[in-house]
């Protein structure tokens, strides 16, 4: 077989028989689309049905995707279905069933498809008699093969029996090993496709046996089966399906050999070939493997560009989709002018389906009325509101935008109907972790430890509940098993960084992080932590440095734009901070929401306002924080300094007072409580002091009532008169009480 | 089987709805929640007319119910507008019972999507009173661990290094932790990420209030209620403006709720604040009928902050003449009578009040303080057996026992029952302030000023328990505390002049003697009997001396000196300094029968004054001859 024999590498594997041989046949055919049927006198009937891409086809199938709808004729109409094909390909042995188009190809197809009616209808069936002539004894197991002929006999499709038994010995075994693979009994498969193989010594059929033994798991022997007869080389299916193998089998340099370092089948004049057959193009699939081999080789810089020249041969590769977005290969920004630029015309009527779809997926830091608009299409044109990959777009949303317990709600409204579906489960295991979710995040993990001890989402949810009980240690032991079964994990990497910045073991947690960033180059989250942990540590230069690559990455994070704030606010560049700290408070107004970073972005604000000297808003800006979040020493601490800068002793007194209210042994605060205290020693009690005043007030109202009026006046004149004459306080600094929230 | 008609299920159904109103109507809360359980639980039935009008029967009893003074104003038949409709009606029936049942969570539970104001407010009221009920349970396991085993109770929840025996380390501890408790629980969290909290709850009151903001002036009773929980909750958080104007709000919608005045009172933290609020008040409620709501708050004004006397009278009388029964008014007169320290009358009015209504605990705790200070233990006991007798679960009950336990000079049982009075409502000041006195008197000032300071977070009105921190911390020499507690205690109660005085010898502890000048001449302006306060007139005499203002100190000692012949006789020490120094005074400066009359008028004090007196006497005799 020479690779002109081979289906192009536009082509996806549907062009591949699993039976017979006959490949010049095929290769005219497809060029010759006219006579497909008749012209194939080997082509035999097929029982068994393609469940999968890499499933059987004759070779009419290859045209019933797009590019064929102009072939109009009943019969053409009737080859879109791979099913109906299978049936007018026995033209020879059997009555053709020349008929009808059905609503189009999808319906047959998405018929062949359907599971629902394994049970099914006890309508009388020629091709159960077919069957139950071959295989008497597997006549129930074959209900599925049944049903899907049972639909056609709903479409009114007249099909005489078949006669198998005029078939040739060798394809009967090839009848059979097929209908054994697609019901899963690999040994029976690998029994008769082994004797196939054997009879024929047909490539083919080689080709199918590795088929058998990768379904089965025994990659090593499908590997060795191939290279045996030099396939991988003749033919791009039995290369890529080689690659598949050594990637499963973590050979990664071998597979790299096989696929080669680019992509062969570039064309420098960057033409592209239409798709033929709806399916996914061979030489994209071999750009994902790619781009696969190159990320766990550790190299993302190229695995990157592998991924994303899949997407750009064919957009239909929707693996090397999610592993560019859900393995945070891209950022934000990249991710939104990558899928602008994406090509999805090829879809024809799909088009914008599929383009909505992807675009939910994309990153909610930017764009998000296009998200929205998205959205809102797929819901509305495609009734799509309770699919749940549109709700985990919703999720991801409120994710980004800090509402956890909305997003809290829906992903359990989206769990209700799919319980383990592992798009939805890290997002919820994450907002249960930041609302402190205990009980659930134990139910939902012990139910994922019985049913998938094996899932990284599994151990990452462990690991989550026991950083909720400030468990560090069993914590960073399950995240650590969570990112082993899957190192492209962010979440779990980045969890288990966490787990050494919360004991305070900074240098792990750098080393942690800076692992993390390097195998997570679309997210800004590693570097934000880094630049945090030297935040901590009091490197400010380096800090900077990871706080800008970050914001680099993503400029919209608002916990970034506090972190940079504070990073200003401690260089004493307070204009900086309070330049950054803005930012972020237009940002987390934008996503409207009261949460953790809410306050500590308000907090830190006042703080730059105070640093700064504009004392009356960083009142306002205290008072804010303290209304939301309720009493905290250090913001009142804070808060008492600032009135006492401003002169305002009875009230700096008083919140200096709630401050060691909460917490009796904050020395700051006692410091300037003995300040503010020495400083109302010295008020001289004159006219203008609190005291005088309200008892001038006091005797004039029970005094005479109509005296009242006056005495407001007085009193508001007097208290303007007594915060004016302010006198400076000392340089003595409050504690920067900034506060750094991990998460 | 055959499906039950739709009659059927309209009869079942109109009946079911009957059986819970009644039964909550006749208190069989349980029975009620069932009917209302099992209505709510009940099979759609395609609404019809008949339906409408049971419901419309069954409306009146419920009118009748008596703590559903919320549904009263607005559930009359004639009246549909504000009204439910059947399924909230429903909705509403079960609620009522959960919450009569104190299944608060349950409650909110069930009312999670209703928009009704009414069965919002409920909601949300149930969502707060359980957030309350979560954050006071942990805060009072705290309170009663300490109670029941000291030490060992308190070993297990908080930090270490605590000697054992120390009851004020105990007292201490219990505080901060308790402090420290009230902080995390600001948010009651149910561990599967679903959390209340006091800003989660104003914030789906903000969001329903502001839609609602249109809302004409004549909107029903759960918008007034919803108002005022709203200010119920600023008041939580700490923002006293937003807290009054919902209230007042509230107020305007619906003036007879009590608890809103009351709640509004507490608001308000200095006297010129409530004059404003009396202004503001007064142009709100013009109309006859509110007035009467405006007068029973200024009432209760005045208690707080004091006023001109005569309009209270006034106010008063008039109240008395439209309520001449109303406990509550006379609990008012004698708690005047008790401010202005008229401890008879005040006595005597309560002795009314417990004849008009025997079993009313309230305020009663008041009368024990009466009866402590009169010093009538027999009285006083009566009342602490009567009162545990009628219910020894109630805070009230448990201050009168304190209150009789430290007549009793037993200050730790005393102690022990303040506390038990706190575990019961943890919001009595008085209580407070008064377990800081019996710390006090077992010389035990940190546990003390924990709690005073515990008074003042709950009411920064209470003067005493400013005063009661001035005076701990001054026992600990830590002055400069102390002369802020005072300045508060002086700024609340600025016509008193034993403020003044605490002030002023505050002052003169840290050397601030002008300031201690102008706080003693303020005492004695605010003194009855001005030329009789012989030790304010002699400090401001000392102190004037310090200022080598020995004119000024003169006209002080003499005026000290001739205090002495007003009272009958009595002399007290400073009478005896002041002529001994004025005996100095007039020899140094040779005037000899001066000093020689001063000299004699010291005839009390220590042996050296009046051996130096002797002398001096001695001396300006020789010098006179």
């Not at chain 1, 509402?403 to 209700?416: D, I, P, R, T, V």
């Not at chain 1, 950083?467 to 990112?483: D, G, L, P, V, W």
């Not at chain 2, 739709?6 to 819970?20: G, K, W």
């Not at chain 2, 001109?308 to 708690?335: C, M």
């Amino acid at each position: 077989m020479s690779r002109g024999n081979t289906p192009s590498q536009h082509n996806s594997t549907l062009a591949i028989s699993p039976l017979v041989g006959n490949r010049n046949l095929q290769v005219q055919q497809q060029h010759s689309q006219q006579h497909s049927h008749h012209q194939a006198p080997q082509q035999l009937p097929q029982h068994a049905q393609q469940q999968r891409n890499d499933a059987l086809h004759t070779q009419g199938n290859r045209q019933w995707s797009g590019s064929h709808r102009a072939a109009q004729t009943p019969h053409h109409a009737v080859t879109y279905s791979p099913l109906v094909q299978k049936i007018q390909n026995n033209a020879s042995l059997a009555t053709p069933a020349p008929v009808q188009n059905h609503g189009g190809s999808t319906a047959g197809l998405l018929a062949s498809m359907t599971k629902s009616g394994l049970f099914g209808p006890a309508m009388p069936s020629t091709l159960r008699k077919v069957s139950a002539v071959t295989e008497p004894t597997r006549s129930p197991s074959n209900a599925r093969q049944t049903m899907t002929m049972d639909e056609l006999l709903d479409s009114n499709q007249i099909v005489n029996s078949i006669d198998i038994a005029q078939l040739p010995a060798a394809e009967k075994l090839r009848l059979w090993r097929h209908d054994s693979l697609m019901q899963h009994q690999y040994r029976t498969a690998e029994y008769i496709g082994d004797k196939v193989y054997a009879m024929t010594g047909d490539p083919n059929d080689a080709f199918w046996l590795a088929q058998v033994y990768f379904n089965s798991g025994s990659y090593i022997r499908a590997v060795e089966l191939l290279t045996r007869n030099n396939l991988d080389t003749s033919s791009v299916m039995c290369r890529y399906l080689t690659a598949l193998c050594l990637v499963q089998l973590k050979k990664y340099e071998d597979a790299l050999d096989i696929l080669g370092e680019t992509n062969p089948f570039q064309d420098p004049q960057g033409n592209r070939v239409r798709n033929q057959d709806g399916g996914i193009k061979l030489e994209s699939s071999m750009c994902y493997l790619r781009g696969k081999v190159f990320a766990a080789l550790n190299n993302f810089e190229r695995a990157k560009e592998c991924l994303k020249e899949a997407l750009q041969v064919d957009v239909k590769n929707f693996e090397a989709f999610d592993e560019l977005i859900s393995k945070n290969l891209l950022t934000p920004n990249e991710e939104w002018t990558f899928v602008a630029s994406l090509d999805f015309s090829e879809l024809d009527d799909n088009e914008d389906f599929i383009k909505s779809l992807y675009i939910s997926k994309l990153s909610k830091h930017l764009n998000m009325d296009q998200v929205r608009k998205a959205q809102n299409f797929l819901i509305t044109e495609y009734k799509l509101n309770n699919n749940t990959d549109i709700i985990h777009s919703h999720v991801d949303l409120l994710f980004t935008q800090c509402k956890f317990s909305e997003c809290l709600k829906l992903c359990e409204e989206a769990l209700e109907q799919n319980e383990y579906s592992f798009t939805i489960l890290p997002t919820y295991i994450s907002c249960l972790y930041e609302l402190g979710g205990k009980n659930k995040l134990f139910l939902v993990s012990h139910k994922l430890a019985e049913n998938f001890p094996k899932h990284p989402i599994t151990w990452f949810g462990v690991g989550a509940y026991y950083m909720c009980t400030n468990k560090i240690s069993e914590a960073r032991k399950y995240f650590s098993k969570s990112s082993i079964l899957d190192p492209t994990f962010s979440q779990a990497w980045i969890g288990f960084a966490h787990t050494y910045a919360v004991e305070g073991e900074h240098e792990q947690a750098v080393s942690a992080y800076s692992t993390a960033s390097r195998f997570f180059p679309g997210t800004h989250l590693p570097n934000l932590f880094l630049g945090m942990q030297y935040l901590l540590m009091g490197t400010l230069p380096l800090a900077e440095e990871y706080f800008i690559l970050s914001y680099d990455v993503c400029p919209y994070d608002p916990l970034l734009l506090n972190e940079m704030g504070v990073l200003y606010f401690k260089k004493n560049d307070f204009v900086k901070a309070k330049k950054y700290l803005k930012k972020a408070w237009e940002a987390i107004k934008a996503l409207d929401s009261e949460s953790k970073s809410w306050v500590s972005i308000h907090t830190n604000l006042a703080h730059s306002y105070r640093k700064l000297g504009e004392n009356e808003r960083a009142v306002k800006c205290f008072k804010l924080v303290l209304e939301t979040a309720g009493k905290d020493t250090d913001t009142l601490c804070a808060l008492g300094y600032v009135y006492l800068r401003m002169n305002r002793i009875g009230k700096a007194i008083e919140s200096l007072h709630s401050s060691l209210a909460l917490c009796p042994s904050n020395q700051t605060a006692q410091e300037l409580l003995k300040q503010a205290l020495e400083v109302n020693l010295s008020t001289a009690l004159d006219e203008n002091h609190p005291l005088v005043v309200s008892s001038q007030i006091r005797e004039q109202s029970s005094g005479l009532d109509s005296r009242k009026r006056g005495a407001h006046k007085l009193d508001a004149h007097e208290m303007a008169k007594r915060l004016k004459h302010g006198r400076d306080s000392s340089d003595e600094e409050a504690d920067d009480g900034d506060s750094m929230e991990l998460e | 089987m055959d499906l039950p008609s739709n009659q059927l299920l309209i009869e079942i159904r109109a009946e079911l709805r009957e059986s819970a109103s009644q039964l909550s109507r006749l208190k069989l809360y349980n029975s009620s929640k069932w009917s209302a359980e099992a209505l709510w639980g009940m099979c759609e039935i395609e609404p019809t007319p008949i339906v409408s009008d049971l419901m419309k029967n069954d409306e009146s009893p419920l009118r009748s119910r008596s703590n559903a003074n919320a549904i009263e104003s607005q559930r009359s038949p004639e009246k549909q507008g504000p009204g439910m409709d059947s399924s909230e009606y429903n909705l509403y029936l079960l609620a009522s019972s959960l919450f009569d049942c104190k299944e608060f969570d349950r409650c909110a539970f069930f009312l999670a999507d209703s928009q009704h104001p009414e069965l919002l407010f409920l909601k949300l009221y149930s969502k707060y009173l359980s957030w309350d009920k979560k954050t006071q349970e942990s805060v009072e396991s705290m309170l009663t661990a300490g109670d029941v085993k000291g030490v060992d109770g308190m070993s297990s929840s908080g930090d270490g290094n605590r000697s054992r025996d120390n009851i004020e380390r105990l007292r201490n501890h219990e505080a901060g932790d308790g402090r420290a408790l009230k902080k995390f629980q600001k948010s009651v969290d149910l561990d599967n990420g679903e959390s209340t909290s006091v800003p989660t709850i104003l914030k789906e009151l903000n969001d329903y209030l502001s839609k609602d903001q249109e809302g004409d002036e004549s909107a029903g009773i759960g918008v007034a209620l919803l108002h005022y929980l709203r200010g119920l909750l600023y008041k939580l958080q700490d923002i006293p403006s937003n807290a009054i104007s919902s209230f007042l709000y509230s107020l305007s919608l619906f003036p007879y709720n009590w608890t809103c005045w009351t709640e509004l009172i507490s608001c308000i933290s200095r006297s010129d604040e409530s004059l404003l609020l009396l202004k503001v008040l007064n142009e709100k409620f013009i109309s006859e009928k509110s007035q009467i709501m405006l007068k029973f708050f200024k009432l209760s004004v005045f208690q707080e902050f004091n006023g001109n006397i005569d309009d209270f009278i006034q106010e008063l009388d008039y109240l008395l003449s439209i309520f001449p029964n109303f406990a509550f008014l006379k609990t008012q007169h004698a708690l005047i009578n008790y401010h202005y320290m008229d401890y008879v009358s005040a006595g005597l009015i309560f002795d009314q009040i417990i004849k008009l209504d025997p079993y009313r605990l309230e305020d009663m705790d008041t009368y024990s303080n009466i009866l402590y200070v009169m010093q009538k233990t027999s009285k006083l006991a009566y009342l602490a057996q009567f009162a545990s007798g009628v219910d020894r679960f109630r805070a009230e009950t448990c201050c009168i026992i304190a209150n009789y336990y430290s007549a009793k000079q037993e200050h730790e049982k005393s102690i022990m029952y303040f506390r038990r009075a706190l575990t019961l409502n943890k919001n009595s000041t008085s209580a407070w302030t008064l377990m800081g006195h019996e710390f006090v008197e077992l010389k035990n000032s940190h546990a003390a000023i924990e709690c005073y300071r515990r008074a003042v977070d709950i009411n920064p009105r209470d003067f005493k328990a400013w005063y009661g921190l001035g005076q701990a911390y001054e026992v600990l020499d830590m002055h400069l505390y102390s002369l802020y507690y005072f300045q508060r205690s002086c700024a609340l109660k600025p016509l008193d002049k034993r403020m003044w005085q605490a002030l002023a010898s505050c002052y003169e502890k840290v050397d601030s003697t002008d300031e201690s000048i102008k706080c003693y001449s303020r005492a004695l302006q605010l003194s009855l009997n001005s030329d009789q306060d012989t030790s304010i007139l002699f400090r401001l005499a000392v102190l004037h001396e310090q200022l080598q203002d020995i004119a000024s100190c003169k006209t002080y000692m003499v005026k000290c000196v001739e205090a002495h012949q007003n009272t009958d006789g009595l002399i007290s020490d400073e009478i005896t300094k002041a002529s001994l120094w004025l005996a100095r005074h007039e020899a140094k400066h040779k005037r000899f029968s001066e000093a020689y009359k001063y000299a004699l008028g010291v005839t009390h004090g220590t042996s050296q004054e009046i051996e130096e007196a002797r002398a001096i006497a001695r001396e300006c005799r020789r010098r006179m001859e």
